[in-house]
């Protein structure tokens, strides 16, 4: 990139260079040759003043007593590079210097200019000898028209010129060089920030995430770039550390079920249980395998939300219905443990959704609802219809979510208090309610919670209604 950088920057650069350069030296050589033209104007306009011709016979016509220095100065230019001819383009006089220039016009030309009456005339070859006219017209006393010619050398001018053209060329490559060696540093002053870039993120691996890249805080694209890379290692490292955290988790629930089957089988082993000890530890190992197997579907299931493999399969259900017949099952599991289930449900409220996904989600919450709400207590689930949105609200008088808790329940094996989940009773693992939130998410909806610790909780489940939208 530098060398493309410092090559474009050159290259630009040449360009310009070349045409200012060009454009120099052309309007140069314009206002040089129009200040000589209009001075050989001048000049002739004044000489032909004092020129007379008399006798077929160009005099001067001046005083020398009375001579101005303008006067004399014009005399002087016309013993330079002066000649007068006749109408038929005859030379009557020229001035030494033109003769000894080697100045000669055909009679032809001569005539033609008389004709023509250009103001100026060239002679010679531009690149050596080169004379420019004035011309000007003079009468003779029968009103014969003479030609009348003021000129001057254009070698000096011509040769600065050249002059001037070769520094100009000579210096184009030196300039052209410097560009290129001014432009390579600035570029590799551009690209440092970016080198530096590179090697900070380079050396960010998967054991170092907390590095980040440096930024220059001064808001440029490359500080935007840096801060774009440093969210996406914010990213990463949250990932990766809920990875490990998850790791962690996962091994920890399973071990703990498996060490209290362990414990129990290995102690019937070694005493000689009777048959109802042994039908009591297989018992007990039926529903540690049981919590096992559950956990382990729950974990299926959000490993395949996360791969982002399930696909709901969508069809026309009832969400009225299907409350009714979940609080309907669970009714026996309320009644066991002393607890009013009921229901409120309202006009038909048609979801699109996948009824086995909203059942667990559903039985989820009203599972949870059950599980913290002590004996004596109430559960209430109701379905609603507001505006575009089906509603299921799972209300109970449980012992609450404190506000430390309330905004980690969906996170993935978090539980409230842990000592209080112990009892045996309350036997989930902190997988229920990660569920509930991604079927909602993957329906369309949404899952709010409010709860007062003590009062009870309430969680809200929105999902589109079918033919609303
Ligand atoms: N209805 C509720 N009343 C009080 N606490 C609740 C309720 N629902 C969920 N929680 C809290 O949220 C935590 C996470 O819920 P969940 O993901 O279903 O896990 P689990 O039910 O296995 O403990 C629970 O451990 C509990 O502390
Ligand atoms: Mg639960």
């Known amino acids: 990139m530098r060398g493309q950088l410092t090559f474009q920057y050159t290259l630009l650069f040449s360009i310009i260079l070349l045409i200012a350069a060009g454009l120099l030296f052309g309007i140069l050589h314009w206002i040089i040759y129009w200040n000589i033209d209009n001075e050989l104007q001048d000049e002739a306009n004044r000489v032909k003043q004092y020129v007379q011709i008399l006798h077929h016979k160009p005099q001067l016509a001046l005083n020398s007593a009375r001579a101005s220095a303008e006067q004399i100065n014009s005399l002087n230019t016309i013993f330079r590079l002066a000649q007068v001819s006749d109408a038929q383009g005859q030379l009557i006089k020229q001035s030494p210097v033109l003769s000894m ?11 033609h200019i008389l004709v023509e009456r250009p103001n100026f005339y ?17 009468y003779g006393p029968q009103g014969h028209p003479y030609l009348l010619q003021i000129g001057t050398r254009l070698k000096p001018i011509n040769d600065a010129l050249d002059t001037f053209l070769w520094v100009l060329l000579m210096l184009l490559p030196v300039t052209i060089v410097l560009s290129a060696a001014g432009g390579s540093v600035m570029a590799a002053r551009t690209l440092k920030p970016v080198a530096d870039m590179t090697h900070a993120a380079q050396s960010i691996t ?10 220059r805080g001064r808001g440029d694209e490359l500080d935007e770039l840096a801060e774009t890379f440093n969210a996406m290692f914010a990213r990463l490292e949250e990932s990766f550390q809920r990875m490990r955290e998850f790791s962690a988790n996962v091994s920890h629930e399973l071990r703990t079920p498996l060490q209290a089957m362990q414990g129990e089988t290995e102690l019937a082993l070694v005493s000689q249980p009777s048959m109802a000890e042994y039908r009591r530890v297989l018992e007990s190992n039926l529903e540690e395998i049981d919590r096992l197997n559950r956990m382990i579907r729950n974990l299926l299931v959000l490993a395949q939300a996360d791969a982002g493999e399930v696909q709901p399969r969508l069809e026309l259900i009832d969400l009225n219905e299907l409350v009714r017949d979940l609080v309907e099952q669970m009714q026996i599991v309320a009644s066991a443990r002393e607890l009013q289930l009921r229901t409120f449900t309202s006009a038909p409220t048609p979801v699109r959704a996948d009824s086995l ?4 989600m559903v039985l989820n919450l009203i599972d949870n609802a059950l ?8 559960v209430e689930v109701r379905v609603e219809r507001r505006h575009s949105a089906a509603q299921v609200q799972v209300r109970d008088s ?7 808790d309330l905004p980690h329940i969906f996170e993935r094996f978090y539980r409230a208090d842990k000592s209080r989940t112990r009892d045996g009773r309350a036997d989930g693992c902190g997988l229920g309610l990660p569920i509930v939130k991604w079927v909602a998410e993957i329906h369309g909806g949404s899952v709010e919670v409010s709860s007062l610790p003590g009062q009870g909780s309430s969680f809200l ?9």
């Open 398 to 404: 449980g012992i609450g979510i404190s506000q430390e």
């Open 206 to 215: 998967a054991t170092n995430l907390g590095r980040r890249l440096p930024t």
């Open 101 to 111: 220039l080697g100045f000669s016009l055909r009679p032809s030309q001569l005539k």
């Open 122 to 138: 060239s002679w010679g070859a531009p690149r050596s000898e080169e004379i420019r006219f004035a011309n000007a017209i003079i």
């Open 357 to 360: 996904r909203l059942r667990q």
């Open 461 to 469: 489940v929105r999902l589109p209604l079918a033919g609303a939208a």
């Open 371 to 378: 599980k913290y709400t002590p004996a004596g207590g109430w």
